[in-house]
């Protein structure tokens, strides 16, 4: 599982579940989009669940090993990491699940939502991110893997795009074609989104 806002999705976040998926021989990543992302929603506006999804459906086109879930935008409310892999594990209950995260999100785990419960859930997969050291709290099984080292933020492609400066290339063509479609991040497009 690879959860997030993916607002938008960009070629970090396709390159991490790709490299997860096979150096930790897994069978398969879900890319879990986030209904109501809780510790983003209260700080800036968020696009869409649709735009993210579909967003994120178009980026992994093709993938083998890449599956998009809408498990959380369907369930509605806040998107609590712990109830996610607890419905994954109703439904699969032989299933080994595998949270991946980059090496920022890793460290503020004790900070999650039952993060008491986390640790008995799931295997926690670390991918290392520029400038950031991975000190995961204690009590949680992790298992690292090596993504290059790719500094890309949601953040700044949203700005660039409210700037009118091109995101391609560092967002999958599939995602940048429904952000020049909808006009997802222009200053003219619902709110600032900057």
Not at 1 to 18: L, S
Not at 89 to 94: G, K, L
Not at 97 to 112: C, E, H, R
Not at 171 to 188: H, M, N, S, T, W
């Amino acid at each position: 599982m690879f959860g997030g806002t993916f607002d938008p999705p960009h070629i970090g976040h396709m390159v991490t579940a790709v490299r997860a998926a096979e150096q930790l021989d897994l069978d398969v990543v879900l890319l879990v989009v986030a209904g109501v992302p809780w510790q983003k929603v209260r700080s800036r506006a968020i696009s869409s669940e649709r735009d993210r999804l579909d967003m994120v459906a178009a980026s992994a086109r093709g993938e083998r090993l890449l599956e998009v879930c809408d498990l959380e935008i369907r369930r509605g409310g806040d998107s609590h990491t712990i109830e996610t892999l607890e419905s994954l594990r109703s439904m699969a209950p032989d299933d080994d699940l595998v949270l991946i995260l980059g090496a920022d999100a890793a460290n503020g785990l004790d900070s999650w939502e039952r993060a008491e419960d986390l640790r008995t859930a799931c295997t926690v997969a670390v991918a290392d991110r520029p400038g950031v050291s991975v000190a995961p709290p204690v009590g949680f099984l992790v298992e690292r893997f090596e993504v290059p080292q790719l500094d890309i933020s949601s953040t700044e492609l949203r700005r660039m795009v409210a700037r009118g400066r091109s995101v391609r290339f560092l967002v999958p063509d599939g995602a940048v074609a429904i952000i020049d479609e909808r006009r997802l991040y222009r200053v003219d497009h619902d709110d600032d989104r900057q």
